[in-house]
């Protein structure tokens, strides 16, 4: 399986950024996704999942300006960021597993060891 990520770039703090993901190969099968971010120096966190029955689960606090889809027919998952803060500047990874027990974004063993990986894609906001 291949995760590949994309649409992340800089953008002022108030904007609106929507990143994509994408999966590819043995990609049959109920599976969740789910997108995480990462600041150096700190631990990687989790923001949302969503899985194949359109079941979607936020980290408290975040759901007032993350929105996580999918577009089921292109494998893809979507995560718009609204009112960008300078805070949210971090290495936004996508990640895709077939054999979580629970799909939800907390980060930790389950999804280090049963989840495919893309190589992230930067947001930088600035003030």
């Known amino acids: 399986v291949q995760v590949v990520e994309s649409g992340g770039g800089s953008v002022q703090s108030g904007g609106t950024m929507t990143l994509s993901c994408t999966i590819s190969?043995?990609?049959?099968?109920?599976?969740?996704m789910g997108w995480f971010r990462e600041v150096p120096g700190k631990v990687r966190e989790g923001i949302a999942t969503?899985?194949?029955?359109?079941?979607?689960t936020y980290v408290d606090g975040l759901k007032d300006r993350f929105t996580i889809s999918q577009d089921s027919t292109k494998n893809t998952i979507i995560l718009q960021i609204d009112n960008l803060k300078p805070n949210d500047t971090a290495m936004y990874y996508c990640?895709?597993?077939?054999?979580?027990?629970?799909?939800?974004?907390?980060?930790?063993?389950?999804?280090?060891?049963?989840?495919?990986w893309g190589q992230g894609t930067q947001v930088t906001v600035s003030s």
């Open positions: 990640a895709a597993s077939w054999e979580l027990d629970t799909c939800a974004p907390e980060y930790g063993g389950s999804w280090i060891i049963l989840g495919y």
């Open positions: 190969g043995n990609t049959k099968g109920h599976h969740c």
């Open positions: 969503i899985d194949t029955d359109n079941k979607s």
